[in-house]
């Protein structure tokens, strides 16, 4: 009984730079999916490859013929359900998305401030037409050097509401002040690049922010831009020295340095838990005028909750979600994955190697999964896309 060829498939280079090898192994790769033809290419490379890049893509593009190829330079690269920091290498990943329909885009950081000014509607949906509307989620790598990333998401969604947006920011030097997204033939040191999915692959997949929720929900009812000054009526300061307080002597250890906001998405919900925050840094704390710094803009009326980021937090959110998308995936076809996580999780945060792709992977076997490790990571909370930190990003490939 033969068995039916796979979806997609992924695996790790990790040789000096020698164009003629990594054809052959390139191929060999491609090899593996055979009779089916390949969709996307994606690739995601360690610094040590960026003087050789454009070779690197001409190889992807004219000899294994992949017609729509993206990546970027990364931190760490994964492969299934292997991570690789400090000695990565590349990873390529090739995948057949049957009915698909994929449409890809180039910007700079000058489009992104002109689609922010720009008042009317559609500024990114007339780039796309015709077939915007079609359009039923996002895959977009971005370079997080020379744009504002959080300017650019929300005239994203402006035009495209409700369209789950996921991956990341690439890595860069902080030396030489350099990054790298690669678009099918072109490098690109500016913007980044978004791949449209329609017909009849989506993307779903879940954001996992690392975090775990401690003490109750509050009303924020006083603010000034960024500085939460009244929560539930009472002075910000006081509210967070009651709740830790109040924790465990386990969750009070476990939060000094890593007690983080969370901003519900939807506050017209009853009940909330993991999953309904978006969350932001704790950036100072004033006992003095009961006043808290936040990363993000909170608005009076907003529900809130303290949460704790660390490895415990993370893993136990982490194998949560997975146990629950696992269920959903269960009446529709994988084709494939990829995975867009912090370069702050990994062994830093865990203390041992391969723990998210691990987890993970779970989910796509048998079919392939590639990622990155870098510097900023898109998905959605609720029904609205951010930039988030410390979190695990993955975009799965599935039917319709």
């Given at each position: 009984?033969?068995l039916?060829?796979?979806?997609?498939?992924?695996?790790?280079?990790?040789?000096?730079?020698?164009?003629?090898?990594?054809?052959?192994?390139?191929?060999?790769?491609?090899?593996r999916?055979?009779?089916?033809?390949?969709?996307?290419?994606?690739?995601f490379?360690s610094?040590?490859?960026?003087?050789?890049?454009?070779?690197?893509?001409?190889?992807?593009?004219?000899?294994?013929?992949?017609?729509?190829?993206?990546?970027?330079?990364?931190?760490?690269?994964?492969c299934?359900?292997?991570?690789?920091?400090r000695?990565?290498?590349?990873?390529?990943?090739?995948?057949?998305?049957?009915?698909?329909?994929?449409?890809?885009?180039?910007?700079?950081?000058?489009m992104?401030?002109d689609?922010?000014?720009?008042?009317?509607?559609?500024?990114?949906?007339?780039?796309?037409?015709?077939?915007?509307?079609?359009?039923?989620?996002?895959?977009?790598?971005?370079?997080?050097?020379?744009f504002?990333?959080?300017?650019?998401?929300n005239?994203?969604?402006?035009?495209?509401?409700?369209?789950?947006?996921?991956?990341?920011?690439?890595?860069?030097?902080?030396?030489e002040?350099?990054?790298?997204?690669?678009?099918?033939?072109?490098?690109?040191?500016n913007?980044?690049?978004?791949?449209?999915?329609?017909?009849?692959?989506?993307?779903?997949?879940?954001?996992?922010?690392?975090?775990?929720?401690?003490?109750?929900?509050?009303?924020?009812?006083?603010?000034?831009?960024?500085?939460?000054?009244?929560?539930?009526?009472?002075?910000?300061?006081?509210?967070?020295?009651?709740?830790?307080?109040?924790?465990?002597?386990d969750?009070?250890?476990?939060?000094?340095?890593?007690?983080?906001i969370?901003l519900?998405?939807?506050e017209?919900?009853?009940?909330?838990?993991?999953?309904?925050?978006?969350?932001?840094?704790l950036m100072?704390?004033n006992?003095?005028?009961?006043q808290?710094?936040?990363?993000?803009?909170?608005?009076?009326?907003q529900?809130?909750?303290?949460?704790?980021?660390?490895g415990?937090?993370?893993?136990?959110?982490?194998?949560?979600?997975?146990?629950?998308?696992?269920?959903?995936?269960a009446?529709?076809?994988?084709?494939?994955a990829?995975?867009?996580?912090?370069?702050?999780?990994?062994?830093?945060?865990?203390?041992?190697?391969?723990?998210?792709?691990?987890?993970?992977?779970?989910?796509?076997?048998?079919?392939?999964?590639?990622?990155?490790?870098g510097?900023?990571?898109?998905?959605?909370?609720?029904?609205r896309?951010?930039?988030?930190?410390?979190?695990?990003?993955?975009?799965?490939?599935k039917?319709?």
């Open positions: 009984m033969s039916e060829p796979p979806y997609s498939v992924a695996d790790r280079w990790n040789e000096p730079w020698n164009a003629l090898a990594f054809k052959r192994w390139a191929l060999q790769l491609r090899r999916l055979l009779p089916r033809e390949v969709t996307l290419g994606l690739v490379a610094p040590k490859y960026m003087d050789t890049a454009l070779e690197l893509v001409d190889v992807l593009r004219s000899s294994v013929g992949i017609p729509t190829l993206a990546g970027c330079v990364s931190g760490g690269i994964i299934n359900e292997m991570e690789h920091e000695d990565a290498g590349i990873a390529l990943g090739l995948y057949y998305l049957p009915g698909a329909q994929l449409q890809d885009l180039a910007f700079s950081s000058s992104a401030r689609a922010a000014k720009s008042e009317e509607e559609g500024f990114w949906r007339r780039r796309f037409d015709p077939g915007s509307e079609s359009i039923n989620s996002w895959l977009v790598f971005a370079e997080p050097l020379h504002d990333v959080e300017t650019w998401i005239s994203w969604q402006r035009d495209f509401p409700g369209k789950p947006i996921y991956g990341g920011l690439s890595h860069f030097d902080p030396e002040k350099q990054s790298l997204v690669v678009w099918n033939d072109s490098l690109l040191t913007g980044g690049v978004a791949i449209g999915f329609a017909g009849g692959v989506c993307i779903r997949g879940l954001t996992a922010q690392g975090c775990t929720p401690v003490g109750e929900t509050w009303t924020i009812t006083k603010v000034k831009d960024n500085v939460l000054e009244r929560i539930g009526n009472r002075p910000a300061f006081q509210i967070m020295e009651d709740t830790f307080n109040q924790m465990s002597n969750l009070r250890v476990r939060s000094r340095g890593n007690l983080f969370g519900a998405v939807d017209y919900q009853e009940d909330f838990g993991r999953g309904d925050f978006v969350v932001r840094n100072a704390a006992p003095e005028n009961g808290l710094t936040v990363g993000a803009f909170p608005r009076v009326g529900t809130m909750q303290f949460q704790i980021r660390d415990e937090a993370a893993a136990t959110e982490l194998k949560e979600l997975v146990a629950n998308k696992i269920s959903e995936n009446d529709k076809r994988v084709f494939g990829c995975l867009s996580n912090c370069a702050g999780r990994g062994w830093a945060m865990f203390g041992l190697p391969h723990h998210d792709a691990t987890i993970i992977y779970r989910m796509i076997k048998p079919q392939a999964m590639a990622g990155f490790f510097n900023g990571e898109f998905g959605p909370v609720g029904n896309n951010f930039v988030h930190g410390y979190t695990s990003s993955l975009a799965v490939f039917e319709v």
